[in-house]
């Protein structure tokens, strides 16, 4: 059997984390068994669906890297499909169409709170065959009196839900569009789709797709319904616990890797590995090692996350995503490497960099302004001897800028600290011998002696 799966979100908002989960399980498990994989936007909520909120859904999943090979397909344009397919469920009196009014609908439901019963719709035009004219209907489900609708899940096994705890659900709306179950399970059998994976929410879904997928005379996919993503407090994942749409971990400085890393690790173990490139998880991953229990999402361990994949990232590539230009004369592969150490994101990392960036102006800063006469004073005799031994390599820098402590009786704080600001901006940088290696020989003479011209005048 040829794997396809499907990842389908509702363009009502940003992509929210667990969102995003599933899609990475659904690419991991296509890559893994050379499947193909499908977007399709189910967006029949009209009133809540927006073209902004598809866009960023769209550019969220490219920029995660997460392909597909299918798509996107918008539900909206295939309203005819779902109007024929109902319309052939009546003839075959499988639906039928119900012109109950919302005013009537709200009476009963009135009528079951008061009798704190839970309102479920009495199936008052099942079998009617009148067909008022200028009313407005809806389409419902003949669902099957007394029957066992059976399923199976991968994570939770053979499941078998009772009809008579389901309506007569509706399929098609009054204005014309389908509802979810019934577009999803329609689409799923019609795109070919093998394998559902999807949140744990989707469960009380399931029974009414089976029986769509039943009444159609198609084959069940295979489902699997993963845990959800809670919050430290156990409660609901939400805003207040850090999860903030895929635009804003862009923003904060988060690789992309970092996010499929640490989404994939919540629900999904290979063992004690925590930390893994894309293909690891693509080889290793296994539906049979999902968890059912619901998992924890850390901000702080996100952060952790991303701050090893950084370290493992390649400097090119990183030079590339950042856009970094360098200035001529410095060494690029140490001053990148000088910086991945310390920095949890992107943004932290780049802005280590600017002191050796072309955009960089961190030297004419206030903290260079700062500097005092005996700053000054020290730095006048530590150019003389910079530019007359010009050391170029680590042990040589290091060599001449000990002898000089040395020889001049001063502590290391004295002459590194204002040397640091001055080349950097910052007092929190790479070391001062890796600055020093970083920058170069003529840039640091060059800074070194425009501070002095400036503090001359």
């Not at 609901?236 to 400085?253: Q, V």
Request: proline content about 3%; some cysteine.
């Amino acid at each position: 059997m040829n794997v396809k799966v499907r990842f389908a979100p509702s363009p009502t908002g940003s992509l929210h984390l667990g969102a995003v989960r599933t899609a990475i399980f659904n690419y991991l498990f296509a890559k893994k068994n050379n499947g193909k994989i499908l977007v399709r936007i189910e967006d029949t909520d009209k009133e809540r669906s927006s073209n902004e909120s598809l866009i960023e859904i769209l550019e969220s999943l490219r920029w995660l890297g997460l392909d597909w090979d299918e798509g996107p397909i918008k539900q909206s344009n295939r309203l005819e499909i779902y109007k024929a397919a109902a319309d052939k469920l009546i003839d075959e009196d499988l639906a039928y169409r119900c012109y109950m009014t919302q005013e009537e609908v709200n009476l009963l439901k009135d009528k079951a709170k008061a009798e704190n019963k839970v309102y479920k719709y009495p199936n008052t035009w099942r079998e009617k065959k009148e067909n008022p004219n200028g009313r407005d209907f809806v389409i419902r489900f003949k669902t099957p009196y007394q029957t066992k609708i059976n399923f199976n899940d991968t994570l939770r096994g053979n499941i078998t839900i009772d009809s008579s705890t389901l309506d007569d659900f509706i399929i098609i709306k009054s204005d014309g569009f389908p509802t979810y179950n019934f577009a999803s399970a329609l689409d799923d059998a019609e795109m070919g789709i093998t394998n559902i994976i999807r949140g744990e929410d989707h469960l009380s879904n399931t029974p009414k797709q089976v029986l769509i997928f039943n009444s159609i005379k198609k084959k069940l996919p295979n489902f699997t319904h993963v845990s959800m993503i809670l919050g430290k407090d156990k409660t609901k994942l939400s805003k207040r616990h850090g999860a903030e749409s895929i635009n804003s971990f862009k923003e904060k400085g988060y690789l992309p890797i970092s996010i499929i890393n640490y989404l994939a690790r919540l629900g999904w173990a290979y063992g004690d590995q925590e930390i893994f490139t894309l293909n690891e998880m693509i080889s290793n991953f296994s539906l049979d090692n999902l968890s059912k229990s619901p998992a924890v999402f850390d901000s702080e361990k996100l952060s952790w996350v991303n701050n090893i994949q950084i370290k493992n990232y390649p400097n090119s590539e990183l030079k590339e995503r950042l856009k970094l230009e360098f200035i001529d004369g410095v060494d690029e592969e140490l001053a990148i490497n000088a910086v991945k150490e310390k920095n949890k994101d992107l943004n932290e990392l780049q802005k280590s960099l600017n002191f050796c960036l072309l955009t960089n102006e961190s030297y004419e800063n206030e903290l260079i302004n700062e500097l005092d006469n005996q700053a000054v004073s020290e730095l006048k005799k530590f150019i003389i001897v910079w530019e007359e031994k010009k050391p170029k390599e680590i042990e040589e820098i290091k060599e001449v800028f000990t002898n000089y402590l040395n020889e001049n009786e001063i502590k290391m704080k004295s002459l590194a600290l204002p040397l640091r600001i001055l080349l950097t901006g910052t007092k929190s940088s790479p070391g001062i011998f890796e600055i020093l290696k970083i920058l170069g020989h003529e840039i640091v003479i060059e800074r070194i002696k425009k501070f002095i011209k400036n503090n001359e005048k």
